[in-house]
């Protein structure tokens, strides 16, 4: 399911920031990035019933590469998905609210910061 029409899509980011932004929100550049791929994830785990689900952001390198301090990455659409082991990730099904909701705070968390960031910039 993705999260259309969020503050966080098509944002434009120096890397080192964003990497600060997204730790402050609790999320977690995934492994599969390279140096022009980015993805960050939320892992929800429920020990009731054994589910996992992924909350992530995905960035696009758009200056230089991603690791390099003068790096720029375009965000993209936040996405969840549900983890089935050992088929992988569906993202087309019905989420439970208390997930929806907890993606929708960690979208509000990162919009905060973006928005005082880019806040901040223009009264520098």
Not at 52 to 74: H, L, M, S, W
Not at 81 to 108: A, Q
Request: one cysteine or more.
């Amino acid at each position: 399911m993705r999260f259309e029409e969020t503050k966080i899509e098509s944002v434009e980011i120096s890397f080192p920031i964003l990497e600060h932004v997204m730790k402050m929100a609790g999320m977690i550049r995934g492994g599969a990035w390279d140096y022009r791929h980015v993805t960050y994830d939320f892992k929800f785990e429920f020990a009731h019933d054994g589910s996992v689900y992924y909350f992530r952001i995905p960035g696009t390198a758009i200056q230089n590469r991603i690791e390099e301090r003068d790096c720029v990455v375009k965000l993209g659409t936040p996405y969840v998905g549900r983890h089935y082991y050992p088929h992988g990730i569906e993202y087309n099904e019905i989420f439970p609210e208390n997930v929806l909701e907890k993606c929708k705070d960690r979208i509000h968390i990162i919009e905060e910061a973006l928005t005082e960031l880019q806040s901040n910039a223009t009264h520098s």
